[in-house]
């Protein structure tokens, strides 16, 4: 099966920092999504991106699905971006959305 | 935008009852949901795929008669934790997507999820 991998596990941020969150997946895939888990457990829909680049405020992603990787961007962070950030890729052989293991942030006011 | 609501947001129940977890999409009809499990610190882990007037599909290790699906309309997926035991306590999540056309999911739709529901049983 398809292996999706992220980088780094956790994270700690200052206020104000910016950071690259990075997800590689081992097979080609036509749907990936970015998530948010806030500390409740909600996932948020952050980027359906599964090529090219998106914004949305003080976040972009982009998706190179040549070379199987995707990457998140969060400028100028804040304390309400922490929380684990997930990203999901549909393996189309398998019909599913298969989820890597999570980056957790934490922002340090 | 797609709405997903699963109900109840959390559960304490005692070991060996069973216990229900409905998943309802309130603006869209969904010919397919997915029933996740979270473990602390963990991924989430897909536990079964619930297909509209059909058997649910369950990922390898998952046990159907422990884990009962029932998709029985467009809107609504139910999940009951039979016999349920203390490692059976989780954070249960499920996701739906807008059913297009006469086709069921694929993998250009944007899955939405639920809240979750935590169970715990004593």
């Known amino acids: 099966g398809i292996q999706v991998e992220q980088s780094p596990p956790d994270l700690i941020l200052q206020e104000g920092a910016n950071s690259t969150l990075r997800c590689n997946f081992s097979d080609s895939v036509n749907n990936l999504q970015w998530f948010h888990q806030n500390p409740w457990g909600q996932l948020i829909n952050l980027f359906y991106?599964?090529?090219g680049t998106k914004q949305n405020g003080r976040l972009s992603a982009t998706t190179v699905a040549t070379e199987r990787y995707s990457l998140l961007y969060i400028s100028s962070s804040q304390t309400t971006d922490s929380g684990v950030y997930f990203c999901?890729?549909?393996?189309?052989?398998?019909?599913?959305?298969?989820f890597g293991q999570g980056t957790e942030l934490s922002v340090k006011p | 935008g797609a709405v997903v609501s699963q109900h109840p947001s959390w559960v304490i129940c005692k070991s060996g009852t069973s216990v229900k977890i409905e998943c309802r999409s309130l603006d869209f009809q969904a010919t397919t949901m997915f029933w996740y499990r979270q473990f602390p610190k963990q991924s989430l882990m897909l536990m079964a795929t619930?297909?509209?007037?059909?058997?649910?599909?369950?990922e390898q290790g998952v046990e159907k008669d422990k884990f009962l699906i029932n998709h029985a309309s467009l809107t609504l997926s139910t999940l009951t934790v039979t016999s349920a035991h203390p490692e059976d306590s989780s954070f249960y999540i499920c996701?739906?997507?807008?059913?297009?056309?006469?086709?069921?999911?694929?993998?250009?739709?944007?899955?939405?999820f639920g809240a979750g529901s935590r169970l715990t049983v004593l």
């Open positions: 991106i599964p090529s």
């Open positions: 996701s739906a997507t807008p059913k297009i056309g006469l086709g069921g999911f694929s993998g250009a739709n944007v899955l939405t």
């Open positions: 619930s297909n509209e007037g059909s058997k649910a599909t369950y």
């Open positions: 999901a890729v549909f393996y189309n052989q398998g019909g599913k959305l298969i």
